[in-house]
Every structure is written in C-alpha cells, then in structure tokens.
C-alpha cells in the first residue's frame, strides 16, 4: 500500500487480557518505530527495529510489551496483562535507513482497557 | 541528543504568516533541526529540516539563526487545515530515534 496500515484502528480489551497490535510498514522501508500517545501527552518512543539487527527496546515500559518483526515486512506489538494505563493509542512509524526526514506515521490503534 | 523549548501554544489569524520559534542552545555541530506535526487524530507528518542553512519546502521555511541555538518555522500563509501540534527535534544525521517533547499547539483563526 501506499501508507503505514496499522490495525486495528480501535480496540477495546478487558483489564488482564492480552492484546496483538499490527503494523504494515511502507514496502521497503527497512526502519520501523513503535511509539505510544497516552491522551493529551506526547509521543513515547517504545523500540525500533532496523533490518537483521538487534532491535532497540529500551522504551518499552515493562515486560508486559513486547514486539516482533518478520524480516523487513509487518511488526506486531503485543501486550500481556493489560492495565488502565496502558489506554493509549499506538503509533507505528516506517522509514528507509537513517533517513530521520522519511518517517511516515500510520493512523494508530486505539486502545481502551476497561 | 540536544534539548529543544518551544511555546506551548500560539494562534494566528487564517491567510498570515504562522512563526513558530524553538530553542535549541545545547545543540552539537552535527544536529539537524527537524519539525514534524501531528493534525488531530493522526499521526505525525514530516515538515521540514536544516543543518545550518536556511531552507524552504512547498510547505514551510525554516530559518536557523547564526549561532544555531534557535531556530522558526514559517508558515507562510496559514489555513484551517494547519490547526496542529508543531513539535521541533534535534539529532544527528545518523540516530534513528525521534524524541518528541510536548510541541507548540498551533491554533489558526479564521
């Protein structure tokens, strides 16, 4: 596609369970981010992923998230046990190597623990 | 990565020129100056950036002053549409991590 598709657009989950998060980057961009925007608040970097390498997780919040990327092609971020303060909504980003100007955001996935 | 102090929020009027300024006084010789925006219900949307140079795109200008410890974005002719949180980043060329801080919420009147 043309843009970054995050999915779903909205979730709402019940305090305790477990939610998948979906991000389909721009085909060829090898970068992707996953940032957290909790209402009113700014945007949270929570890990970054380049190709092959080690990806960078030292914005996830607990062990209750993690994220995973096949290759250069779609990123899940899952959350184990949600909580309240996790209501928030998640934004992926996708970019070609170090081009910091070629971010391009998807719309996001709106959670709401209840 | 340098810090960056914006307004927290500014208004001008439909068809003026939008100036949004940013200190950046402990940016390093090979900083950029990156503004991104983020409209109501979306997620943030590239502007502009500069190393030391002025420079001007179809949608705005950037101008850095001499020292590089500051710099404005330029909306040349405000719309609607550029109602907006405008939030100002400084890395180098070569990190990958946007750090976004709290931005200048941009109100545009009609």
């Known amino acids: 596609g043309a843009g970054v598709s995050q999915s779903p657009s909205n979730k709402v989950t019940e305090k305790g369970k477990d939610v998948e998060l979906r991000c389909d980057p721009i085909?060829?961009?090898?970068?992707l981010y996953w940032y957290r925007q909790r209402l009113g608040q700014g945007l949270e970097f929570l890990i970054y992923?380049?190709?092959?390498?080690?990806?960078?997780k030292s914005g996830l919040p607990s062990d209750r998230f993690s994220a995973e990327r096949t290759g250069e092609s779609v990123s899940t971020l899952t959350i184990q046990r949600t909580q309240q303060e996790d209501s928030a909504v998640y934004l992926c980003?996708?970019?070609?190597?170090?081009?910091?100007?070629?971010?391009?955001f998807g719309s996001g996935t709106r959670l709401t623990v209840v | 990565d340098a810090k960056t102090t914006q307004p927290t929020s500014m208004d001008c009027a439909e068809g003026r020129a939008a100036n949004l300024p940013c200190n950046h006084s402990t940016i390093s010789g090979n900083e950029y100056v990156y503004w991104y925006r983020q409209i109501h219900s979306q997620g943030p949307q590239y502007i502009i950036h500069g190393l030391k140079n002025n420079e001007t795109n179809e949608m705005a200008s950037l101008i850095i002053t001499e020292d590089r410890k500051s710099s404005t974005l330029i909306l040349p002719h405000a719309t609607l549409r550029d109602t907006a949180v405008y939030y100002c980043?400084?890395?180098?060329?070569?990190?990958?991590?946007?750090?976004f801080g709290s931005g200048t919420r941009l109100l545009v009147r009609p």
């Open positions: 085909s060829g961009h090898t970068a």
């Open positions: 992923f380049q190709g092959n390498s080690a990806p960078d």
């Open positions: 980003a996708s970019s070609f190597f170090r081009e910091n100007y070629g971010y391009t």
């Open positions: 980043i400084v890395l180098t060329d070569s990190s990958y991590k946007l750090i």
